[in-house]
């Protein structure tokens, strides 16, 4: 076989498409939009070589028409789950030592047809099934899963060619094995492109993967699937469950060949996860590896100095595009009393222009909220709010779920900094507002770093600098992605690494080589050239 160090195709962004009226790429997606809105889609568990079908399935309906039937997918038993396992520990033996550049050209592969042939196939039944616009679904969807899949490519190289330090006598080289095991992928509905990524990242690395979509993105995991199965997947690379969660999840952490686990989702499932694997310790080959990224209650702070409608544009964006079902989305918001009159106008003319319905008319900003249990949740604290004395609902405040789990983007104004809504993660289009007096913008600082247990995201907007670069010292902990003058969402693969730490996870740094470095299992070896032959040293000479 021939050998070689081989340089990857160098990693760039996936350009953005605008889907503007009139452009080529609008017009696709609308067809594969009702294409596959209208056919009936079966989504099996990939276990190893098989797509199983069980006699066990649920129904998938699009949240903003919850009464059309786009089709089944099937739970698994706990019998699946163990052959799910042996299926990926079989295939461990020949991934794991597969040469890296052909694990990279699998992903490449996967990347491109992403970006190509499967691009609105992506879109489409990332809209559909998970109700959103058509350029969140583009960024996510599309442009994001194939950053993750092309940089992380390019992070791998740059892990191996980190080499410590030899001299004359030795040589000292670093390998990086796959873990001892398997790796556990848990992934949340909101992003098409973490539910790609998280079992891809290990799997690059020469670890074998079970995936658990989230029940609610099983029409955009099917894709995921078949776009892996068609890039040369190996089979038992990465298998696909669904079914029972705690079922899943307790079977998966009962075998000894756990040896990961990369989770987004609620900071008490994760919490739940690592206290399993805990109580579980002694059973396991090896210490498993424990990924999380979890919630946030996202804050945006703005300093006197800040322009207003820069301000305002970052809490309507930031808030409630894709309906606030974002971890890192603005949920509680810090205004000086001396601009709120004027941020609060912008808002009430911004949010009074939004459209909102389903994802197929393109002049639709909001969509619905995820499924009736989501709806229910935000209803309940709307109502809540609209019953305190020390809180108001200022804008929206409807809501409806006849056809769709459609919540308005509500806007509540609190005189309370410790405000329900301003401490718990509500996870859609609500935000809430505190006005503070202008001569406190330190003491709020503190205020905004003590209100919260998450620290994932957060920004400051001032047009002066001590202001910004005080905030930056304060809120150091408050968030693992801080932006300044920027809304606190919209990390890109290759430029904002994500995550957080406190209640929001490991920061393990999704985006970054830093997260591809818990997946590796680093083997140091050193040669020498000429051993020794006298174990005496020269400081024991006479």
């Known amino acids: 076989m021939g050998k070689g160090f081989f ?27 009702k294409d596959m809105y209208n056919t009936k889609v079966d989504v099996p568990l990939y276990i190893g070589s098989e797509e ?27 019998k699946h789950i163990n052959k799910a396992i042996d299926a990926a520990m079989d295939a461990r033996h020949k991934w794991a030592k597969l040469p890296w550049e052909q694990r990279a050209a699998v ?28 350029f969140q679904a583009e960024i996510d969807s599309a442009c994001e899963i194939v950053d993750f899949l092309r940089f992380n490519v390019e992070y791998m190289t740059q892990i191996y060619e980190e080499q410590p330090e030899s001299d004359e006598k030795a040589w000292n080289r670093v390998e990086h094995r796959p873990l001892e095991g398997f790796v556990y992928a848990i992934t949340p509905f909101n992003f098409t492109a973490i539910a790609g990524n998280l079992p891809s990242a290990p799997a690059l690395m020469g670890n074998v993967t079970i995936w658990k979509p989230s029940a609610s993105q099983m029409f955009s995991a099917k894709v995921l699937m078949d776009v892996f199965q068609e890039a040369g997947v190996p089979d038992g690379v990465i298998n696909m469950v669904m079914g029972d969660p705690a079922m899943i999840t307790d079977t998966i952490l009962d075998s000894p060949d756990f040896a990961g686990v990369h989770f987004t989702g609620s900071t008490d499932v994760f919490k739940g996860l690592w206290s399993k694997i805990g109580q579980n310790i002694d059973k396991y080959k090896t210490y498993p590896r424990i990924v999380g990224e979890t919630g946030g209650k996202d804050f945006i702070m703005a300093h006197p100095s800040a322009n207003a409608k820069e301000v305002s544009t970052s809490i309507a964006r930031g808030a409630f595009e894709f309906q606030g079902q974002k971890c890192s989305a603005a949920s509680r918001c810090y205004v000086p009393k001396s601009m709120w009159d004027e941020v609060r106008s912008d808002l009430e003319e ?56 459609f919540i308005e983007p509500t806007v509540i104004l609190t005189t309370n900094p410790n405000y329900t809504t301003m401490e718990t993660e509500l996870f859609g289009p609500v935000v809430t ?32 600098r001590y202001a910004a670069s005080l905030a930056t010292d304060i809120l150091q ?29 490991t920061n393990d740094k999704a985006g970054s080589k830093l997260n591809l470095l818990r997946w590796s299992s680093p083997r140091l070896i050193k040669e020498t050239f000429v051993p020794a032959t006298d174990y005496r040293y020269p400081f024991m000479g006479e």
């Open 7 to 33: 340089q990857v195709p160098p990693a760039v962004n996936e350009p953005i498409k605008s889907y503007a009226p009139g452009t080529p790429e609008r017009e696709e997606v609308l067809l594969m939009y």
């Open 52 to 78: 199983v079908r069980t006699k066990n399935t649920a129904t998938i309906h699009p949240p903003h028409d919850h009464k059309h039937n786009l089709g089944v997918y099937h739970l698994a038993e706990k």
């Open 107 to 134: 992903f490449l592969k996967a990347a491109d047809l992403i970006a190509g042939p499967y691009r609105q196939k992506m879109n489409a039944s990332t809209m559909i099934g998970q109700s959103k616009n058509v």
């Open 350 to 405: 911004d949010l009074g222009s939004f459209k909102m319905g389903s994802p197929e008319d393109m002049g639709n900003f909001i969509n619905a909220v995820i499924h009736e249990k989501s709806f229910d949740k935000l209803a309940k604290y709307i109502d809540q709010a609209k019953k305190d004395k020390d809180a108001e609902v200022i804008i929206g405040g409807g809501y409806d779920k006849s056809k769709g789990y």
């Open 433 to 464: 507002i505190y006005v503070y007096e202008d001569a406190k913008f330190e003491e709020t600082l503190h205020l905004v770093d003590e209100t919260s247990p998450y620290a994932l995201t957060g920004a400051i907007f001032s047009k002066d």
């Open 477 to 505: 902990n408050a968030a693992g992605n801080f932006y300044i003058n920027d809304k606190c969402t919209g990390a890109v693969v290759g430029k904002q690494p994500f995550g957080g730490a406190r209640a929001s996870g």
